[in-house]
């Protein structure tokens, strides 16, 4: 009589944990599907002239040439700007169900035609101990001649340059956020 007894709660013991197990994977699948990491990122021109926000500077069109599965290749607008010109990135971020948020570095550099770095401009994404919600949003500005924290910047030089804006989390390899090449004109 006690042997069936013992069976039964072994039983029953044997079906909880398996239900406990169940219900813990099946929270951890729901909070990895509301789990969000978004970084978007804008550039705004601002000069004497005129004030633009490009939004989308990018155009992905699909190609009939484009082979089923594959991802269509993005055309890249070239931009104008005048030498007075300031070049604005604006981070927004927004991240939410933690269970803690990574320090992400959000680094502009601006290239010449020979590949020399121009301007830049970085700033870190800190949350701290955050872990349902953290969002926000800041510039980076970029003149010509400024890196960094220097203040020293002067007008931009006729020529093709090069914006690249990445974001990187820790010590993995930084993703690539903006590509956007402009051209400066001679002032008039």
Known sequence: ???????????????????????????????????????????????AVQTAT????????ATP????GATPVAKTITITVDPSATLIVHVKWDYRIGPRFPD??????????NNQIVASAENTILCGSDS???????????????????????????????????SGIADLKPTEK????FTVQAAP
């Open 1 to 47: 009589m006690v042997r069936p007894l013992q069976n039964r709660i072994r039983v029953g013991l044997g079906c909880f944990t398996l239900l406990v197990i169940v219900l813990v994977f099946s929270v951890e699948a729901t909070l990895a599907l509301l789990r969000q990491r978004t970084l978007d990122v804008t550039l705004e021109i601002r000069s």
């Open 132 to 166: 349902i919600q953290c969002r926000g949003e800041f510039p980076l500005t970029l003149n010509y001649g400024s890196k960094g924290d220097s203040a020293t910047s002067s007008a931009w030089l006729p020529g093709d340059y090069l914006l690249l804006v990445t």
């Open 54 to 61: 490009l939004q989308a500077v990018t155009d992905v069109t």
């Open 104 to 113: 992400t570095r959000v680094h502009a550099d601006v290239t010449d035609h």
């Open 65 to 68: 040439t484009v082979p089923p």
């Open 178 to 181: 903006l590509r956007q090449p």
